[in-house]
């Protein structure tokens, strides 16, 4: 179990606490909150997921660096002073530039979920999906879903995602906000808590 996904699930009880209030209040704006936390908490966590199994890739004997890890940039003076490093300050410094170097980019599409597994998965890109799915089908909620089916749920989550926080939930040339329901919240929210498991899980595999 890596420390990121511990902290995706303190980030992702948020969603839950929108799932009371609204069950109190009946405000559907706790309801739409979901669909941003649930997205952020994600997209948080996959960026320090990368950092973090990417410094246990470098950390490994012999070391392994995959193709992105390659290309991640570091200043030219900092790299002068790697040798005065000691092991644990070298392996922080390393950690903390892979997090620079990734953290404005957006993990929530599931092409950039699979750039960001590029980082730290040494498996064939064309088994990324299938890796994920298979640990989602673990769950016994998935059995009948393909690798395009999650790859979709996950587009049509993040779109939702951003029309809530672009549009406040109203389509090109509408005066009014999608309809939410509660259940569609939960799925969101269960749907999000469920890949981050499965790639948490894979990942923790193939780093072992």
Same mark, same amino acid.
């Given at each position: 179990?890596?420390?990121?996904?511990?902290?995706?699930?303190?980030?992702?009880?948020?969603?839950?606490?929108?799932?009371?209030?609204?069950?109190?209040?009946?405000?559907?704006?706790?309801?739409?909150?979901?669909?941003i936390i649930s997205v952020s908490s994600f997209d948080l966590y996959?960026?320090?997921?990368?950092?973090?199994?990417?410094?246990?890739?470098?950390?490994?004997?012999?070391?392994?660096?995959?193709?992105?890890?390659?290309?991640?940039?570091?200043?030219?003076?900092?790299?002068?002073?790697?040798?005065?490093?000691? $092991?644990?300050?070298?392996?922080?410094?390393?950690?903390?530039?892979?997090?620079?170097?990734?953290?404005?980019?957006?993990f929530y599409r599931p092409e950039k979920i699979s750039e960001a597994?590029?980082?730290?998965?040494?498996?064939?890109?064309?088994?990324?999906w299938a890796r994920i799915l298979g640990r989602m089908k673990l769950?016994?909620?998935?059995?009948?879903?393909?690798?395009?089916?999650?790859?979709?749920?996950?587009?049509?989550?993040?779109?939702?995602?951003?029309?809530?926080?672009? $549009?406040?939930?109203?389509?090109?040339?509408?005066?009014?906000?999608?309809?939410?329901?509660?259940?569609?919240?939960?799925?969101?929210?269960?749907?999000?808590?469920?890949?981050?498991?499965?790639?948490?899980?894979?990942?923790?595999?193939?780093?072992?």
């Amino acid at each position: 179990m890596s420390e990121a996904i511990i902290r995706f699930r303190v980030h992702l009880a948020e969603s839950e606490q929108c799932l009371e209030n609204f069950r109190s209040t009946s405000h559907e704006f706790s309801l739409r909150h979901i669909w941003i936390i649930s997205v952020s908490s994600f997209d948080l966590y996959l960026t320090e997921l990368v950092s973090e199994a990417g410094l246990r890739l470098i950390d490994k004997t012999p070391r392994i660096l995959t193709q992105n890890l390659r290309q991640v940039e570091f200043p030219l003076g900092n790299v002068l002073e790697i040798d005065r490093m000691n $092991s644990v300050e070298r392996l922080l410094f390393f950690k903390q530039h892979i997090f620079a170097s990734i953290q404005y980019k957006s993990f929530y599409r599931p092409e950039k979920i699979s750039e960001a597994l590029s980082y730290i998965w040494t498996c064939p890109a064309k088994e990324k999906w299938a890796r994920i799915l298979g640990r989602m089908k673990l769950t016994g909620r998935y059995s009948d879903k393909t690798e395009e089916d999650i790859r979709e749920e996950l587009t049509l989550i993040g779109d939702r995602r951003d029309l809530i926080a672009h $549009s406040v939930d109203r389509p090109p040339g509408r005066s009014e906000a999608n309809p939410v329901r509660q259940e569609d919240a939960a799925r969101v929210h269960m749907f999000i808590a469920d890949i981050a498991e499965a790639i948490d899980l894979e990942t923790e595999a193939l780093l072992s």
